[in-house]
C-alpha cells in the first residue's frame, strides 16, 4: 500500500457538483477533482493523444483508477481554516468564435479560501518506476476545480500508512465509517458529522457520487462561517506519520 502525499497551496478555489457557472462550492475539493488533477499531470508526462480531449481523459482517468485502492480513496485533510465566500465573477472568453472575439460575461461564483491542503492518493502495487511517474504528476497540479482555483504543490512524496490507531484526519466515505462514529458515540464520546455529495470519478456519461464524511467543524464569527478540523472524530486502523504529527486515514481493508 503506498499514499502519496500532495501538500497544495491556494489564493483560493471552487469545486462544484455540478459545472454550472453560477454555482456555489463544495467545502473541500471533490475525489473527481484530485484526479482529474493527477490525470492531466500524466497527459503531460506522457504526451498522450487522442482524437478528441474527452477521449485522452477517459483513458488517463482510468489508468489512475485502476491504480487506487478504490475510487473513493481519494482524500484531503485541511490544514488551514476554509472560509467560503461568494463574488462576481469576471472574465474575457478570447477563444470563442464570432465577429466579436472578446466577449466577456459574469457570474456569481463561490469561493473556498484558505492556505493549504493535504491530499492523499492511495494506491497499490506500485512499481518504483510507476512511483515517479506519478510523483512527476503530482508536481505538476496547477488547479484544482476552475481555471481560477490555482494551486501549487509545495511538498509531495510516498509514505507507507501503519497499523495504528488515530483520529481520523481525512475525508471518508460516510457509508463506510458511519460504524465508526457510531461506536465513539456508544462510548461515551463526541463527533461532529458534517457530510456532502461529491462527484467520485470524471463525468463522462455517468455520474457517480457518494456522501463524505468530513472531519469538520463549522464556526462562527460575527457575520464569518468558517470551517476547522475537529477533535471530535472517530478513530480508525490505520495513520500516517507527517512531520511529527499522527494522522489517522482511512483504507478498505477488501
Same mark, same amino acid.
Given at each position: 500500500m503506498d499514499v502519496l502525499? !500532495?501538500?497544495?497551496?491556494f489564493p483560493f478555489y471552487s469545486v462544484a457538483r455540478k459545472s454550472f457557472q453560477v454555482r456555489t462550492s463544495l467545502v473541500l475539493p471533490s475525489p473527481s477533482a484530485l484526479k482529474g488533477a493527477l490525470a492531466r499531470g500524466l497527459v503531460l508526462l506522457k504526451g498522450i493523444r487522442g482524437e478528441n480531449l474527452d477521449e485522452v481523459a477517459r483513458k488517463v482517468v482510468k489508468d489512475v483508477e485502476d491504480?487506487? !485502492?478504490?475510487?473513493?480513496?481519494v482524500e484531503v485533510a485541511p490544514l488551514t481554516p476554509l472560509v467560503k465566500t461568494a463574488f462576481l465573477l469576471k472574465r474575457l472568453r478570447n477563444l470563442e468564435s464570432g465577429s466579436k472575439p472578446e466577449k466577456g460575461d459574469a457570474m456569481r461564483r463561490e469561493y473556498v479560501f484558505t492556505r493549504e491542503?493535504?491530499?492523499?492518493?492511495?494506491?497499490?502495487?506500485?512499481?518504483?518506476?510507476?512511483?515517479?511517474?506519478?510523483?512527476?504528476?503530482?508536481?505538476?497540479?496547477?488547479?484544482?476545480?476552475?481555471?481560477?482555483?490555482?494551486?501549487? !504543490? !509545495?511538498?509531495?512524496?510516498?509514505?507507507?500508512p501503519k497499523r495504528k490507531s488515530a483520529p481520523l484526519a481525512f475525508y471518508a466515505p460516510y457509508r463506510e465509517i458511519s460504524q465508526a462514529l457510531t461506536s465513539k458515540v456508544r462510548n461515551g464520546g463526541a463527533v461532529k458529522v458534517h457530510t456532502e455529495t461529491m462527484l467520485v470519478s470524471p463525468d463522462y456519461g455517468s455520474r457517480r457520487e457518494d456522501v463524505f464524511y468530513l472531519p469538520l467543524e463549522e464556526k462562527r464569527r460575527r457575520r464569518v462561517i468558517y470551517y476547522e478540523r475537529t477533535a471530535k472524530?472517530?478513530?480508525v486502523g490505520r495513520a500516517?506519520?507527517?512531520?511529527g504529527e499522527v494522522l489517522g486515514i482511512w483504507i478498505p481493508e477488501s
Open positions: 502525499l !500532495v501538500r497544495l497551496r491504480k487506487l !485502492v478504490d475510487v473513493r480513496a491542503l493535504l491530499v492523499a492518493y492511495i494506491f497499490k502495487n506500485l512499481s518504483e518506476e510507476e512511483k515517479g511517474l506519478y510523483l512527476k504528476a503530482a508536481m505538476l497540479i496547477d488547479t484544482i476545480g476552475d481555471t481560477e482555483s490555482l494551486a501549487t !504543490v !509545495v511538498w509531495a512524496g510516498f509514505v507507507s472524530v472517530p478513530d500516517i506519520n507527517l512531520g
